[in-house]
């Protein structure tokens, strides 16, 4: 055989052994660069007695503290997030004249669990925004009021919440100081 026929050849299965080697590169020795995989929160936004249109949903990233994701909700309320895995994240919901909810996301898996399942079931989520009371300021205003993060303790191998501040706290605290404004402003 003709010596540059060789090389060709050569060249030809050195390629080939090269590109597969790179094709079984796996995303377990850093799962970071699996790009197929997002952690989906799909979520509905609701209003006290309003439209949850022009709600606004801000992500942050709190490793590049950056702004990745920002969008409206149509009339449904309804939103559709879509997070990296192994990622820490701020989320608030809000909107004109309602108090804003900003939530904590955290999408570590331990890297066990990685190699085995790479596959979890979106984490559903409904908030209620509710009206301001004027001129009050409230305990939960401009705080974090729930997380969302991997949870190995729970009996599923899966996400889970914590909630810092209810509803039921909140609607308790806007109407405590909603009565307040009511008594200030007929004297009593």
Not at 75 to 103: A, C, D, M, R, T
Request: glycine share 6%.
């Amino acid at each position: 055989m003709k010596p540059i026929l060789l090389q060709g050849i050569f060249c030809y299965v050195f390629f080939l052994i090269t590109y597969n080697v790179q094709g079984q590169t796996s995303p377990d020795i850093n799962p970071a660069l699996e790009s197929n995989y997002y952690f989906q929160i799909p979520g509905r936004i609701k209003t006290e007695n309003g439209d949850p249109s022009g709600v606004v949903i801000r992500v942050l990233s709190q490793d590049s503290m950056a702004f990745e994701q920002s969008m409206r909700t149509t009339s449904s309320g309804k939103f559709q997030l879509h997070l990296n895995y192994f990622s820490k994240y701020q989320v608030s919901f809000s909107k004109e004249g309602y108090y804003s909810k900003i939530i904590d996301i955290s999408t570590i898996v331990p890297l066990n669990v990685w190699v085995k399942d790479r596959i979890f079931p979106p984490f559903y989520v409904i908030f209620t925004l509710y009206k301001i009371v004027p001129n009050t300021k409230l305990s939960f205003e401009g705080e974090t009021i729930g997380k969302i993060s991997y949870s190995p303790n729970g009996g599923l191998d899966n996400f889970d919440s914590v909630i810092f501040c209810n509803d039921d706290e909140i609607i308790n605290e806007i109407n405590s100081a909603r009565k307040s404004a009511e008594n200030k402003e007929s004297g009593i």
